[in-house]
């Protein structure tokens, strides 16, 4: 049985990572515009983000104002509650 590429990703590091990028756009540049993305990157190095912003100033004719970033392990410690009593049901 193989793994998934996903699965993988998460164990060496990845989780999810959530962009919002504001920009103006040379035909309103006192506009700013938000744009979401989101995508499983690595942090603190953020690959995936870097490649990402290098594309849209290279293609995108938005220039970007500010990234605000949002990233979440996906698998990590488990939060463990103790229970503090016992419901019976029968």
């Given at each position: ?77 488990v ?6 009593g ?5």
């Amino acid at each position: 049985m193989r793994t998934s590429e996903d699965f993988r990703r998460q164990i060496d590091g990845y989780g999810l990572l959530t962009a919002e990028i504001l920009y103006r756009m040379p035909d309103h540049p006192g506009l700013l515009q938000s744009f979401l993305w989101q995508t499983h990157d690595r942090a603190p190095t953020f690959p995936e983000l870097r490649k990402f912003l290098a594309y849209w100033q290279r293609e995108i004719e938005g220039v970007l104002h500010s990234v605000r970033l949002a990233h979440r392990d996906l698998i990590g410690p488990v939060d463990v509650r103790i229970a503090n009593g016992e419901i019976r049901i029968h």
